[in-house]
């Protein structure tokens, strides 16, 4: 199963208008179209300009980009953990995502409301915060009852997993999610095992009104859901949802005009898109040819084998080594011939971590 962001949000911030904008620019995509997995589930094509590079260098006949997918999660009101709305909905649906992407409103506009009256993003953000800490708290309250009775017994493991438990519940019970926790590396598989809500990594997306996508800084809502963040070592991506609508419609001149007009360089997409990948620790790496330039989304950390595997289960079975090149010096010797030339293509075996943007040309034997 691939790795997929949540957007998460209460009604009204413009959770929906974002996941439209997404959808679109899926649907708009020549060399890869937009996949509806399920009714509530998109797929787009990570941004990237090293693609269009080695694009321009080999000229295949065909070009895939790597992509990346999102969740749209119902929406959130105030007791979503004791089932208020569609609480169970939201809460099941992030259980099955790898990371959040909060959406947060921070622009006022008297022609949509606010389901609390009100417009003050850090109140919005605790609101969900604490439905998934209250969530958590249930859970964990439930796994202790039951682990204390093994760890009584002298077993080692529910021993360990109780210690941890008792961390995540004390920080529970003070408002803290379990992400904010320092763990040891042993302490952080066993809390990766309990599969709690607020242990996955988040990213704060503050929706701004489209005039004020620029000078984000200077929205008072903006700079007190980025302090706010900040404690948390959390991201902060600064958006117009329905500008982005708007600009998934546009071919690739329109689009840059339509940018150049709101004072910025790149989409909120695109931004958006990028943090998602980096949150979940991905990676791109390229294999490149007359046939075909592709783009592959691969975890930091793999080994050369563990990456020819997402080709094909073969190429891992049968992995004899991985050709190398770091993207930079193809660049630099403009072509692989080159490269190869200047002794900056690599044999690299079994132990070899891959590293975003190389360009590798697998050999196997099966």
Not at 77 to 103: M, P, T, W, Y
Not at 185 to 208: C, H, R, W
Request: with cysteine; net charge negative; charged share 30%.
């Amino acid at each position: 199963m691939p790795l997929t962001a949540g957007i998460v949000g209460l009604p009204n911030v413009g959770k929906s208008t974002l996941f439209n904008a997404i959808t679109k620019a899926g649907a708009e995509a020549a060399n890869y179209p937009f996949a509806t997995i399920d009714p509530n589930v998109g797929r787009v094509e990570v941004p990237d300009e090293r693609l269009e590079k080695l694009m321009e260098m080999y000229v295949p006949k065909k070009s895939i980009p790597t992509t990346f997918e999102f969740t749209d999660i119902a929406g959130i009101v105030r007791g979503a953990s004791k089932g208020e709305g569609l609480g169970n909905k939201f809460l099941s649906h992030i259980r099955q995502v790898d990371a959040i992407c909060h959406v947060v409103r921070c622009f006022i506009d008297e022609n949509i409301t606010h389901v609390e009256g009100r417009i003050n993003p850090l109140d919005d953000i605790e609101t969900i915060n604490l439905e998934l800490i209250l969530a958590d708290l249930e859970s964990v309250d439930k796994r202790v009852k039951r682990v204390e009775k093994l760890a009584k017994q002298r077993d080692k493991e529910a021993v360990d997993e109780l210690a941890v438990l008792v961390k995540v519940q004390a920080a529970l019970e003070n408002d803290k999610p379990a992400r904010s926790l320092e763990l040891s590396e042993e302490e952080d598989i066993i809390l990766k095992g309990l599969f709690l809500l607020t242990s996955k990594p988040v990213l704060y997306v503050a929706n701004v009104a489209e005039d004020e996508v620029a000078a984000g800084s200077e929205n008072q809502f903006v700079a007190s859901v980025r302090d706010y963040a900040a404690a948390e070592k959390a991201e902060v991506i600064v958006i117009c949802a329905s500008a982005e609508e708007e600009i998934a419609e546009l071919d690739e001149d329109d689009k840059q005009d339509f940018l150049e007009a709101m004072g910025v360089e790149k989409s909120g997409l695109d931004l958006l898109i990028h943090s998602a990948y980096s949150l979940l620790g991905l990676a791109t790496y390229f294999t490149a040819g007359v046939q075909e330039v592709r783009a592959w989304t691969f975890q930091q950390g793999m080994k050369a084998p563990q990456c020819a595997g997402i080709i094909h289960s073969d190429f891992e079975r049968g992995f004899i080594r991985a050709e190398t090149t770091a993207y930079d010096d193809l660049i630099e010797y403009g072509s692989e011939k080159a490269a190869k030339e200047a002794g900056r293509v690599r044999a690299e075996g079994k132990e070899y971590v891959v590293k975003d943007g190389d360009v590798l040309h697998f050999l196997f034997n099966v």
